[in-house]
């Protein structure tokens, strides 16, 4: 996995949670090997993008892991919005054989046929992420599940699927979904 996440307070004197403790309690389960960027602005995203992408050593670090505010179709890093199309600009059809989840409020609140126009476009091969607003703690359960099943099962569908099943109620409450759409056992 390789790890964006974003600031969650404007005032960064403020202590908050971050996804870098879920990683830390994951990767020793065996769960995850992972890279953690801490992302501030569009062009660190855009560093860090290219380094994920682009250079041979991270090609087994399929899932791509996006931790900011959002909300439809767009996410929010360092005070900008990113919509899905700036962001497929940024991916540039290099995401073949990838998965992204974006753990952020409400940024899959889109028509699917936006959200499946842009994983065509990034030629991501798995988008997913909630079209609600999420609670923290909520979605940080949630991810440490989801990315487990995606350990667990071969084919990434079958690991949203199994979600979708077993986790019911979180994912409805979460507004959890993915293109291409995949339905519950």
């Not at 403790?21 to 860090?48: F, H, K, N, W």
């Not at 994920?52 to 890093?77: A, P």
């Not at 999420?134 to 079958?158: G, K, N």
Request: net charge negative; aromatic share 12%.
């Amino acid at each position: 996995m390789f790890c964006f996440e974003g600031d969650w307070e404007r005032d960064l004197r403020r202590s908050t949670p971050s996804v870098r403790s879920l990683i830390e309690l994951l990767t020793p389960l065996g769960i995850v090997q992972a890279v953690y960027r801490d992302v501030g602005t569009v062009e660190e995203l855009t560093y860090y993008l290219n380094i994920w992408l682009g250079q041979e050593r991270y090609e087994d670090y399929r899932l791509g892991w996006f931790e900011f505010h959002g909300s439809s179709g767009e996410i929010e890093i360092g005070g900008c919005a990113l919509t899905f199309g700036e962001l497929a600009d940024l991916i540039a059809r290099r995401g073949a054989g990838r998965l992204l989840h974006l753990g952020s409020c409400s940024t899959c609140d889109v028509d699917e046929s936006e959200l499946e126009s842009f994983r065509r476009l990034t030629k991501l091969r798995l988008v997913t992420g909630f079209d609600n607003e999420v609670e923290w703690v909520e979605s940080a359960a949630f991810a440490m599940l989801y990315f487990q099943m995606l350990q667990v099962y071969a084919r990434p569908a079958d690991a949203v699927k199994a979600a979708l099943t077993n986790y019911s109620q979180l994912t409805s409450k979460l507004g959890f979904r993915s293109t291409p759409v995949y339905l519950p056992w």
